[in-house]
C-alpha cells in the first residue's frame, strides 16, 4: 500500500486525470503552441522565473547532449531546452493527450526529441545510463507518493556524472492548496506539512485556462523538503546546489499575496 491507496489505481487515476485536465489546456491554449513551435527559435521558457533556470541551464552547458524530462507533459518545456544545444531529447509522461501534442510538436518544431507514453517509474531499462542530464519541471514530484522511487529511476537513467536539475514548486506553496484563502485567514483549510496526503484536486488541472470542472479523481502527495533531498541523495544523486526563491510557479492567485515565504526552489544534483 501507499498511503491508502495503491500505487497501480494512483497511476491510473492520475492518468485519467490528465487525460482530462488536457482537453481543458489545449483548448485555453487554442493552438499558440502549434504556431509558435513554427518558429525555430521559439521557446515557452519566458516567465521572470525562468531566467534563473535558464543561467543554470548555461552553468550545466546542454551542448551535445542526451537530455530527458520526467514527467514531460505536452513536452513544450523540453524542446525549448533543446534550444541550448542538445543533441537528442527523450520525454516521458503518464498521459495519452500530453504525449500525442507533444508528438505533434516535435513534428512542427522539427527538433531531434521523441516522447514515450509510460508510467514514470516503468521507463525501460533500455535507457538505463543514457542521459546527460534530466530536466525535472514545477509540479512534477508531488504525484509520486516514493520519491525514492522517482529518484532511484532518475538515477538508474542518468549517466555516469549526469547532472539533473529541479526547478520546483516549493513544498511550503503546497500549504494553499485546499481553500486557504489569506483575506479570510482560514487556517483551519491550510495543507499540513507533515502529512503526507493522498490530497485530491477537486475543481480540476487546469492551471492553463483556469477552469473549473467535476474533475476525475487523482491522488497527490506532500513532500517536505527533507523527503526531497533524503531520497536524492540515497540514489547516489550528489547535490551540487540547492536554492530557495519567493517566486510564484503555480498560477495560484492566494499564493501571490504570501511571497515571504519560500514558493518555489532550484537543485542541481550530479550522479555519483
Not at 524542446?79 to 495519452?96: N, P, Q, R, T, V
Not at 504570501?258 to 518555489?264: A, E, G, Y
Request: aromatic letters at 14%; glycine letters at 6%.
Amino acid at each position: 500500500m501507499c498511503d491508502i491507496v495503491k500505487k497501480n489505481i494512483v497511476s491510473e487515476s492520475n492518468r485519467a486525470a490528465w487525460n482530462q485536465a488536457l482537453k481543458y489546456h489545449q483548448k485555453a491554449r487554442n493552438n499558440s503552441l502549434q504556431i509558435g513551435f513554427k518558429n525555430p527559435k521559439f521557446t515557452t521558457l519566458n516567465r521572470d522565473c525562468d531566467e534563473i533556470l535558464i543561467n543554470e541551464i548555461k552553468n550545466i552547458n546542454l551542448t551535445g547532449k542526451t537530455i530527458s524530462q520526467m514527467p514531460c507533459n505536452n513536452g513544450r518545456e523540453l524542446l525549448s531546452l533543446m534550444h541550448f544545444g542538445a543533441k537528442e531529447g527523450l520525454g516521458f509522461d503518464i498521459s495519452d493527450l500530453a504525449i500525442r501534442e507533444a508528438r505533434q510538436l516535435t513534428e512542427i518544431s522539427k527538433l531531434n526529441v521523441k516522447f514515450e507514453r509510460v508510467d514514470i517509474l516503468e521507463i525501460d531499462e533500455t535507457y538505463n545510463h543514457y542521459f546527460d542530464f534530466i530536466y525535472v519541471s514545477e509540479g512534477s514530484l508531488q504525484w509520486f507518493p516514493d520519491l525514492n522511487d522517482y529518484f532511484s529511476v532518475a538515477s538508474r537513467l542518468l549517466k555516469k556524472d549526469g547532472k539533473i536539475l529541479i526547478f520546483e514548486i516549493h513544498p511550503f506553496a503546497y500549504f494553499f492548496e485546499n481553500g486557504f484563502d489569506p483575506k479570510k485567514q482560514n487556517f483551519e483549510k491550510m495543507t499540513s506539512y507533515f502529512k503526507k496526503g493522498s490530497y485530491n484536486y477537486n475543481d480540476g488541472l487546469d492551471y492553463v485556462g483556469g477552469v473549473k470542472y467535476e474533475a476525475k479523481k487523482c491522488y497527490w502527495f506532500m513532500h517536505k523538503i527533507s523527503d526531497i533531498l533524503n531520497a536524492i541523495l540515497q540514489n547516489k544523486i550528489e547535490i551540487q546546489k540547492f536554492s530557495e526563491y519567493n517566486m510564484e510557479m503555480a498560477n495560484n492567485d492566494s499564493i501571490k499575496f504570501l511571497d515571504k515565504f519560500p514558493l518555489s526552489y532550484i537543485l542541481v544534483g550530479e550522479k555519483k
